[in-house]
């Protein structure tokens, strides 16, 4: 009688440094690898009797990893520089600001008035808002302690990588660095968030406000989930803002409603310019944003007493740095070739919401890596752009094209729509639309507004967009021009996909010659 139990048992054993193809005298056009030993070892157990036993059987099998090579002087480099940076006097200022407040610790559930008092007092004392003690505030404060301490650790690692990023932007705009908190009020630190109503970023910027701060969207990138650059507009805005208001409570409203429901407030309040006097006159939603602002600078100051620790180790800001990118890559590649996971290529690039990082003339799209990535990347650039290059153009179904998105519209759902049809209508996709509406499923209600940005802003597409003739069988034929692709072709066609025009002109790759003719309808 045999029972069996089975434990797999990885030994990673490195072997000598291979290159793809030929070899080559010169790192630069090629990448290296690393020839890896992977054993498999199967351990039974073998019973006979009132004995047993173990038997091990092994496996072994090659498996190849990239390992990249970095210069070593540059290396030794970016090593002193990074030191250099971390035992910088400011950078240590504000990145411990929350943590090393010196007040004595009190009970999580027991936070008496009178202490509250005490602490916004102390808050009040050093910023310029206006931090003074109501029960309304004492109720923000206490529900947040109650029932915020799980989101609160969370926050706190994101802060770890973003404040010392919106503390840098604040100082040089000289404006005060307790904004830094707004950004979590407006999206919990999350750079791809997007409300119902579009805003969108760690700023959570409307299509029209970030247009106005040049923060532009196209088909691949949209720099509203830009951290630095979305953070350098909200400080432009910000500055606007507190200079027609002067005060920062009524900036902030303005934010958040628009500056003239902040005026609109003043004038129903009988000339009051005080945020808590006229807050019963400004829309419910920002009648809570100055509160819920005061309440989560509060716990952040007071982070320590309350027992308030980050849950998770985060990327530290310093610790990463940029590369401008000179030939279209996508993360996923980038992460193949430098070992960085792509959760984490994703999380510092958050701008490429489709994974995919173009070259745009006139445009300088960089990727942020880990600081340990950036020197191999530079070292090997040239083969992982060409490698790069030469894996997208086989792929079976090419990338999307880029595409600037400068206005939009709102459409209204008539019955009998669905997502594709009206993604088809204006030459954009189905994800798209679930992205600028915030939508959860495909469903759609009749008389539902859409925002839509088409691809030919003022007009839809229609299949006269595209000139066809018909052949014999019945089916329409287009002739392939300049620059055409099987994905662009498509786009002509509403519900035509890349696989239809593939199986009717009964082809297998993407390759295509201008002059060719292509069924676009089955016939």
Known sequence: MRALSVCFL????????LLFGQENDDPRTDLPRDTIQVVDTLMTTVNQGDFSSVELSTTTKDSVVFALKDDPMASRMDSLWLSELANNDLYQELYTTVTDLDYEPVEYEELPTEVLKERLEAIDAK?????????????????????????MGRLMARANYYFPMFEEAL??????????????VESA???????????TGLWQFM???????DLDVSSYVDERSDPLMATEAACKYLKTLYNSFEDWDLALAAYNSGPGNVSKAIRRSGGYTNYWNIRGNLPRETAGYLPSFLATMYLFEYAEEHGFKPTEESTSYIATDTVKVKQLITLEQVSR?????????????????????PVVKDEDYVLRLPIQAIGPFVANEDAIYGLATEEIAQRE???????????????RVRSGDYLGKIANKYGVRVSQIRRWNNLRSDNLRVGQRLTIYPRNPGRARTTSAATTTTNSQGAKVYTVKQGDSLWSIAQKFPGVSVENIKSWNDISGTALKPGMKLKVSKG
Do not use: C, M, W
């Open 337 to 357: 070739y430098t070992n960085v996971p792509v959760e984490q290529l994703q999380f510092l690039n958050p701008s490429y919401f489709l994974g995919i990082i």
């Open 10 to 17: 990885l030994l990673l054993v490195g072997q000598n440094t």
């Open 397 to 411: 179904k090419p990338l999307p094209e880029f595409v600037a998105q400068d206005a939009k519209i709102r459409y």
């Open 127 to 151: 910023t310029p808002f206006n931090v003074e003690y109501n029960p309304q505030l004492e109720s923000v404060i206490k529900y947040y302690l109650k029932n915020r301490r799980r989101s």
């Open 171 to 184: 100082n040089r705009h000289e404006i005060p660095l307790e904004l830094k908190y707004l950004a979590i």
């Open 189 to 199: 630190l999350d750079p791809t968030a997007k409300s119902r109503v579009g805003a």
């Open 207 to 213: 299509f029209t406000t970030g247009k106005i701060y």
